[in-house]
């Protein structure tokens, strides 16, 4: 599987080629995947969402642009880099290193790609 739009829009296209069994609903690792499905979904004559449900993650602003808009996960990641720089200060700062796991919270970012 493919990083790019372009590699997702390859990928979904051969499994539409293949004529495999389609799931509902399909959840891309961030929302240029999706977005490259959804236009292969598109051209293969999919209606979405009546069709097929996608869902993306990372909410690029581009993501509410596609038609339809795109359903996402909303990743606060300027306050996730932040959090990084001041931790990575903490450490370099330090004596000694001491692991810490850090918790950020998304939200769900309801469009028109989902039923």
Known sequence: MGTSIDAAYADMMAI????????GCYSADNDDLAIGAMKAFKERGYKIPDDISLLGFDNT?????VDP????VNVP?????????HR?????????????KIEVSTN???????K
């Open 61 to 65: 602003p581009f993501s509410s642009y």
């Open 88 to 100: 990575l200060l903490d450490v370099l700062k330090a004596p000694e290193f001491h692991p810490v």
């Open 16 to 23: 539409l080629d293949r004529q495999e069994p389609l799931a």
């Open 108 to 114: 769900l970012i309801i469009r028109q790609s989902i």
């Open 77 to 85: 990641k300027y306050y996730m880099g932040q959090l990084a720089a």
């Open 69 to 72: 808009p795109l359903t996402t």
